[in-house]
């Protein structure tokens, strides 16, 4: 089970969050096959889908897209990392990746709510400005996105 500040099981709306409140999903780890299965289908560079090309890269070794990263943050957001009540529904995003997440790798991802906001178009929801971390078992961040997500109030 994650670890939240929120201990219950259920799911949050609008007013149940506040600002400051961490969200700490389970984790995966990601293997070399899904990095090349994923590069091959999705973003096929030579980084992400051949080892021995990836060692004269900057990379300096097989690295995931970072569109991978993002899927897998996603996922770990969705399954359990942030317990929004209905979808989770992006508005726009600024994502880095700082570092490349590895062959390897167990990723988990640390959400905090940044910031609140209620809607006077919308009276039924808002929307919450929201950092996730994805971080790889040697904690460092190897994805960092500022997200917002349009959460809907309680009825």
Known sequence: MASNDFDSPRLLYLDDFKVGAVFISDTLSISKEQIIEFARQFDPQPFHTD????????????AASGWHT???????????????????????ADVKWPIPTRPGDTLHVETEVLEIKALRSKPDSGIITLRS???????????????????????
Do not use: D, H, W, Y
Request: overall charge positive; aromatic content about 6%; some cysteine.
């Open 51 to 62: 080892e021995q090309a990836a060692q004269e890269t900057f990379f300096k070794g097989l």
């Open 70 to 92: 993002a899927s897998l943050t996603m996922s770990l957001l969705v399954r359990s990392g942030f317990p929004c009540a209905g979808a989770l529904v992006g508005l726009g």
């Open 133 to 155: 971390c994805t971080i790889n078992q040697n904690k460092e961040a190897v994805q960092i996105m500022v997200t917002k997500v349009l959460i809907p109030k309680r009825a």
